[in-house]
């Protein structure tokens, strides 16, 4: 499977991130959820630094997704989710993570 390229926006700044082809609504359904996260962190005024943002942005994220994988779990006659999409959402999640890291600087800032 070929990737291409997606600019998106995040808080104001413009990333260039790699999207397999025909995954493209699902990142940038990712992309918009990690806007919205950042910018109410931002918006409730305690923290302006954009890395600390951004960590409590992903906390949050992957919090509310293992709070859902349990919910999942806890569920008696759960169905599988049709072509392991709970398998690629935790592989999105991961790959988000990854790509936040790339991002921070060895100073822990936002390069």
């Given at each position: ?32 959820r ?7 962190i ?8 954009r ?52 991002a ?8």
């Open positions: 499977m070929s990737a291409k390229q997606l600019e998106v926006q995040i808080m104001q700044q413009t990333y260039l991130l790699a999207c397999p082809e025909g995954q493209e609504a699902r990142l940038l359904d990712a992309v918009e990690v806007d919205t996260a950042m910018t109410r931002r918006d409730a005024g305690k923290v302006r630094a890395e600390r943002i951004a960590v409590l942005a992903a906390l949050n994220l992957a919090f509310e997704l293992a709070d859902q994988q349990l919910r999942v779990a806890a569920q008696p006659m759960a169905t599988p989710e049709p072509n392991g999409a709970q398998t690629n959402e935790s592989a999105l999640l991961q790959t988000l993570a990854t790509r936040l890291d790339e921070l600087g060895r100073d822990g800032r936002l390069i």
